[in-house]
């Protein structure tokens, strides 16, 4: 929906002429009913982020107990059933980027400053980078230093470019993310040795492997540190510079038609591009299993897996078409449920306390794996040095069985999360809460 058919009031400020909207235009019922609890956070952003968050613990699930030799999105391999526990999380890491930049919006309808925002934006991207290179990472493989870039780096670093993006007219902020998520796929063919000494730096910004970083030692001894790129920066700057400018441009009258609009329309495109075979989903010689054109397979199941196949690392253009649309229509859907009814109020304590969550599930899922390993009298010593990044799992389990665990997972973080988001609404003050 355009901007100027938004009745919305204008006003001019020292970054020019903007629609800045009133506390009384986002009313705290601007995704769903609220409960008379303290709490000012939308109930739909926390429920939509709430499933993001178990359906990632079915993937960080799968990741040390499947023992598949092969990836889920290796077509020569993959069975449906593997590919789609694969695919529905697929979903998580938009919906992180996506609500990021939305809810670093809405805080400033909730009396934040430019400057508070700003400053918080910085400040807990910087923070997020410091907990993928150090906690998050040491719970992935118990090795230390263990250096890549997961979601939380690519989060971080898209955060302390929103610090200085939010500065910019809101119509640039949403240009710029509109670019960078439709034209980023131009980049596929630039390779980091183009940059020579600098490659590594290229491929951080928009890659998917591994690198050396050379540093001096005591004396003249150098050591070699290794670096693995998992989630680049480009193009999850750009989701959630898109997820701010969203932000700004729902209508409180007209939210829940215009968003799941959107969606449709965002989900149609994607159809299209995919069926005619168009532009933005890279080449199967660039990069690895999921880039390329989708093909008719020896069975029905193989050809729908081959055709929502797409390329995650680096996200590519149809990927993000693929997901964002479901996100967007599923956001419109949970504006019209009543957050205190259950399931939904089960699910939106999971949103409410997403680091912690994120932090604890990947501890809880390692215990549990070497707790199965020992009982079962298999292999243990792959989980206590590496993991599965670093070996392939030597005793894998069927995926009952890893349903039956991310189920057993998801049971265990409902009462440590209750406890936590209590602490945080009785604790509203306290600023470091904000971090964790």
Same mark, same amino acid.
């Given at each position: 929906?355009?901007?100027?058919?938004?009745?919305?009031?204008?006003?001019?400020?020292?970054?020019?002429?903007?629609?800045?909207?009133?506390?009384?235009?986002?009313?705290?019922?601007?995704?769903?009913?609220?409960?008379?609890?303290?709490?000012?956070?939308?109930?739909?952003?926390?429920?939509?982020?709430?499933?993001?968050?178990?359906?990632?613990?079915?993937?960080?699930?799968?990741?040390?107990?499947?023992?598949?030799?092969?990836?889920?999105?290796? &077509? #020569?391999? =993959?069975? $449906? !059933? *593997?590919?789609?526990? @694969?695919?529905?999380?697929?979903?998580?890491?938009?919906? +992180? /980027?996506? &609500? #990021?930049? =939305?809810? $670093? !919006? *809405?805080?400033?309808? @909730?009396?934040?400053?430019?400057?508070?925002?700003?400053? +918080? /934006?910085?400040?807990?991207?910087?923070?997020?980078?410091?907990?993928?290179?150090?906690?998050?990472?040491?719970?992935?493989?118990?090795? +230390?230093?263990?250096?890549?870039?997961?979601?939380?780096?690519?989060?971080?670093?898209?955060?302390?470019?929103?610090?200085?993006?939010?500065?910019?007219?809101?119509?640039?902020?949403?240009?710029?993310?509109?670019?960078?998520?439709?034209?980023?796929?131009?980049?596929?063919?630039?390779?980091?040795?183009?940059?020579?000494?600098?490659?590594?730096?290229?491929?951080?910004?928009?890659?998917?492997?591994?690198?050396?970083?050379?540093?001096?030692?005591?004396?003249?001894?150098?050591?070699?540190?290794?670096?693995?790129?998992?989630?680049?920066?480009?193009?999850?700057?750009?989701?959630?510079?898109?997820?701010?400018?969203?932000?700004?441009?729902?209508?409180?009258?007209?939210?829940?038609?215009?968003?799941?609009?959107?969606?449709?329309?965002?989900?149609?495109?994607?159809?299209?591009?995919?069926?005619?075979?168009?532009?933005?989903?890279?080449?199967?010689?660039?990069?690895?299993?999921?880039?390329?054109?989708?093909?008719?397979?020896?069975?029905?199941?193989?050809?729908?897996?081959?055709?929502?196949?797409?390329?995650?690392?680096?996200?590519?253009?149809?990927?993000?078409?693929?997901?964002?649309?479901?996100?967007?229509?599923?956001?419109?859907?949970?504006?019209?449920?009543?957050?205190?009814?259950?399931?939904?109020?089960?699910?939106?304590?999971?949103?409410?306390?997403?680091?912690?969550?994120?932090?604890?599930?990947?501890?809880?899922?390692?215990?549990?794996?070497?707790?199965?390993?020992?009982?079962?009298?298999?292999?243990?010593?792959?989980?206590?040095?590496?993991?599965?990044?670093?070996?392939?799992?030597?005793?894998?389990?069927?995926?009952?069985?890893?349903?039956?665990?991310?189920?057993?997972?998801?049971?265990?973080?409902?009462?440590?999360?209750?406890?936590?988001?209590?602490?945080?609404?009785?604790?509203?003050?306290?600023?470091?809460?904000?971090?964790?």
């Amino acid at each position: 929906m355009p901007v100027d058919k938004v009745d919305l009031p204008v006003q001019e400020t020292d970054r020019g002429t903007s629609w800045e909207p009133r506390p009384a235009l986002l009313p705290e019922n601007l995704f769903a009913t609220q409960s008379p609890a303290k709490s000012s956070r939308l109930a739909s952003v926390d429920l939509l982020r709430g499933v993001a968050m178990i359906l990632m613990a079915l993937d960080h699930t799968r990741d040390f107990f499947s023992g598949s030799p092969f990836i889920p999105e290796d &077509l #020569a391999h =993959t069975t $449906g !059933y *593997l590919f789609f526990t @694969r695919f529905v999380t697929h979903f998580c890491a938009p919906v +992180f /980027f996506l &609500l #990021a930049g =939305t809810s $670093g !919006y *809405l805080s400033l309808s @909730r009396g934040k400053s430019f400057d508070q925002v700003s400053r +918080f /934006f910085w400040t807990r991207g910087l923070w997020l980078v410091f907990l993928n290179l150090t906690v998050v990472a040491f719970g992935w493989t118990s090795v +230390f230093p263990f250096l890549f870039s997961d979601v939380l780096w690519s989060l971080g670093w898209s955060m302390v470019a929103m610090a200085f993006l939010m500065r910019l007219p809101m119509r640039w902020i949403a240009a710029f993310g509109l670019v960078v998520i439709v034209g980023h796929n131009l980049l596929d063919r630039v390779r980091p040795a183009v940059f020579g000494n600098f490659g590594w730096l290229w491929l951080i910004l928009y890659g998917h492997g591994n690198f050396w970083i050379q540093t001096n030692g005591l004396g003249s001894t150098k050591i070699l540190v290794w670096f693995f790129v998992l989630f680049p920066i480009i193009p999850w700057v750009g989701v959630m510079a898109v997820g701010y400018a969203l932000g700004h441009l729902i209508d409180p009258r007209l939210k829940r038609r215009s968003i799941l609009t959107v969606g449709v329309i965002v989900s149609l495109t994607f159809v299209i591009f995919r069926i005619f075979h168009l532009y933005g989903n890279s080449h199967h010689h660039i990069f690895g299993p999921g880039a390329g054109r989708w093909r008719i397979e020896p069975t029905l199941t193989l050809t729908i897996v081959s055709f929502f196949d797409t390329l995650k690392y680096p996200a590519s253009f149809q990927f993000l078409l693929m997901t964002l649309g479901p996100i967007l229509m599923a956001l419109a859907w949970l504006s019209d449920i009543n957050p205190e009814k259950w399931p939904a109020r089960a699910i939106r304590v999971y949103g409410q306390v997403p680091l912690f969550y994120y932090i604890v599930h990947i501890y809880v899922i390692r215990a549990c794996a070497v707790y199965t390993a020992l009982i079962s009298k298999q292999d243990v010593a792959w989980l206590r040095y590496g993991g599965f990044m670093l070996h392939r799992v030597p005793n894998g389990h069927g995926l009952p069985f890893v349903y039956a665990m991310w189920f057993g997972v998801v049971l265990f973080m409902y009462p440590l999360c209750k406890w936590y988001a209590r602490m945080k609404l009785s604790h509203e003050t306290s600023w470091w809460l904000r971090y964790l």
